[in-house]
């Protein structure tokens, strides 16, 4: 217990560390691998994650040259996802979904 306790923090602190790169303007294109390869260790290596994780990137966000932001958006596209989850606001939450998480409400 203690080494997937010890491995999860580890991860956190990697992702932070790239986070941090990013919005300092210092993350190189190499390390999208690393950024991706850490976001599937907090979670998991399955086919649909791995699938999922290959079609996003985080990307800058440049105003007149300048990098002001970073976010995540899809590569094919250059979709920002925050854009895609703002349009699901206010729609109805799917059954499935409310099967899966009953307690989850439209507010949340």
Not at 78 to 97: F, K, M, S, Y
Request: aromatic fraction near 10%.
């Amino acid at each position: 217990m203690e080494f997937y306790f010890q491995q999860d923090l580890n991860v956190r602190k990697n992702l932070e560390e790239l986070i941090h790169s990013a919005y300092e303007g210092k993350l190189v294109p190499e390390q999208q691998q690393e950024f991706n390869e850490n976001l599937l260790l907090h979670g998991s290596h399955s086919e649909d994650n791995i699938d999922a994780i290959s079609r996003i990137e985080f990307a800058p966000h440049k105003v007149n040259e300048q990098i002001t932001d970073f976010f995540f958006r899809l590569k094919n596209y250059q979709t920002e996802l925050a854009d895609i989850t703002n349009h699901l606001e206010g729609e109805p939450i799917p059954e499935h979904i409310k099967a899966a998480f009953p307690h989850l409400s439209q507010e949340d």
